[in-house]
Protein backbone atom coordinates (compact mmCIF):
# COMPACT_ATOMS: atom_id res chain seq x y z
CA UNK A 1 0.00 0.00 0.00
CA UNK A 2 1.51 3.51 -1.05
CA UNK A 3 -1.00 5.38 1.02
CA UNK A 4 -4.32 6.65 2.94
CA UNK A 5 -6.71 8.99 3.34
CA UNK A 6 -10.00 9.64 5.03
CA UNK A 7 -12.66 10.34 2.60
CA UNK A 8 -15.71 13.47 3.09
CA UNK A 9 -17.80 10.41 3.99
CA UNK A 10 -15.17 9.86 6.91
CA UNK A 11 -14.09 5.80 5.32
CA UNK A 12 -10.31 5.23 5.23
CA UNK A 13 -9.33 5.20 1.33
CA UNK A 14 -6.26 3.63 0.77
CA UNK A 15 -4.23 3.45 -2.60
CA UNK A 16 -2.35 0.39 -3.23
CA UNK A 17 0.77 0.02 -5.17
CA UNK A 18 -1.18 -2.40 -8.07
CA UNK A 19 -3.64 0.73 -8.57
CA UNK A 20 -0.70 3.78 -8.87
CA UNK A 21 0.79 1.50 -11.82
CA UNK A 22 -2.32 0.99 -13.53
CA UNK A 23 -3.02 4.99 -12.78
CA UNK A 24 0.63 5.62 -14.12
CA UNK A 25 0.31 3.12 -17.13
CA UNK A 26 -2.93 4.91 -18.39
CA UNK A 27 -1.91 8.16 -17.62
CA UNK A 28 1.53 8.82 -17.88
CA UNK A 29 1.66 12.39 -17.08
CA UNK A 30 0.28 11.04 -13.37
CA UNK A 31 3.52 9.71 -12.54
CA UNK A 32 4.89 12.91 -10.39
CA UNK A 33 1.20 13.88 -8.95
CA UNK A 34 0.73 11.22 -6.07
CA UNK A 35 -0.23 14.64 -3.74
CA UNK A 36 -2.65 15.58 -5.98
CA UNK A 37 -4.42 12.26 -5.80
CA UNK A 38 -4.18 12.29 -1.73
CA UNK A 39 -5.08 16.11 -1.92
CA UNK A 40 -7.94 15.62 -4.09
CA UNK A 41 -9.36 12.45 -1.67
CA UNK A 42 -8.73 14.25 1.07
CA UNK A 43 -10.36 18.10 0.32
CA UNK A 44 -12.38 18.18 -3.24
CA UNK A 45 -14.01 20.86 -4.40
CA UNK A 46 -16.92 18.74 -5.82
CA UNK A 47 -18.40 14.92 -4.94
CA UNK A 48 -20.40 13.12 -7.43
CA UNK A 49 -21.79 9.93 -7.23
CA UNK A 50 -21.47 7.45 -9.92
CA UNK A 51 -23.09 4.37 -8.62
CA UNK A 52 -23.60 2.65 -4.69
CA UNK A 53 -20.71 3.25 -2.41
CA UNK A 54 -18.61 4.76 -5.90
CA UNK A 55 -17.23 8.19 -5.90
CA UNK A 56 -15.92 10.53 -8.03
CA UNK A 57 -13.79 13.23 -6.55
CA UNK A 58 -12.76 17.10 -8.26
CA UNK A 59 -10.48 19.55 -7.71
CA UNK A 60 -9.10 21.94 -9.50
CA UNK A 61 -5.27 22.90 -9.63
CA UNK A 62 -4.59 26.07 -11.71
CA UNK A 63 -0.66 24.49 -11.76
CA UNK A 64 -0.04 21.44 -12.33
CA UNK A 65 2.65 19.37 -14.20
CA UNK A 66 0.74 19.45 -17.20
CA UNK A 67 -1.15 22.90 -16.88
CA UNK A 68 -3.98 23.80 -15.20
CA UNK A 69 -6.20 20.78 -14.47
CA UNK A 70 -9.17 19.46 -12.66
CA UNK A 71 -7.89 16.29 -10.71
CA UNK A 72 -10.58 13.39 -11.25
CA UNK A 73 -10.07 10.53 -8.98
CA UNK A 74 -12.93 7.82 -8.79
CA UNK A 75 -12.97 5.35 -5.66
CA UNK A 76 -15.00 2.84 -3.92
CA UNK A 77 -16.48 2.98 -0.17
CA UNK A 78 -16.88 -0.16 1.68
CA UNK A 79 -18.51 -1.16 4.91
CA UNK A 80 -14.72 -0.23 7.10
CA UNK A 81 -12.52 1.66 4.27
CA UNK A 82 -12.42 1.89 0.43
CA UNK A 83 -9.70 1.88 -2.42
CA UNK A 84 -9.22 4.45 -5.40
CA UNK A 85 -10.24 2.73 -8.56
CA UNK A 86 -8.44 5.24 -11.11
CA UNK A 87 -7.01 9.09 -11.27
CA UNK A 88 -6.58 11.45 -14.12
CA UNK A 89 -6.95 14.67 -15.03
CA UNK A 90 -8.92 17.09 -17.49
CA UNK A 91 -9.75 20.55 -18.89
CA UNK A 92 -13.00 19.55 -18.70
CA UNK A 93 -14.96 18.29 -15.73
CA UNK A 94 -18.65 18.96 -16.84
CA UNK A 95 -19.33 15.83 -18.24
CA UNK A 96 -18.65 14.02 -15.31
CA UNK A 97 -20.09 16.63 -12.76
CA UNK A 98 -23.72 15.88 -15.28
CA UNK A 99 -23.89 12.56 -13.29
CA UNK A 100 -24.89 14.08 -9.95
CA UNK A 101 -22.98 16.58 -7.20
CA UNK A 102 -23.99 15.28 -4.43
CA UNK A 103 -21.49 17.60 -2.49
CA UNK A 104 -19.97 21.16 -3.14
CA UNK A 105 -17.05 22.86 -1.35
Same mark, same amino acid.
Given at each position: ????V @?S???? =??????E?W?? @? +? *?S????????? @? +???????PD? %? +??? #??N #??? +????? %?????? =? !?H??V %??? =? =? *????F????????K?E !?I?K??V %?W??
Amino acid at each position: MIGKV @ISKNGK =EIRRTAERWYH @I +V *ESHDYMAGNQD @I +VFETLGDPDI %I +VSV #EKN #EFI +VIKHY %IKTTIS =E !KHAIV %IYR =E =E *ENDGFVITAFMTSKPE !KIIKKGV %IWKK
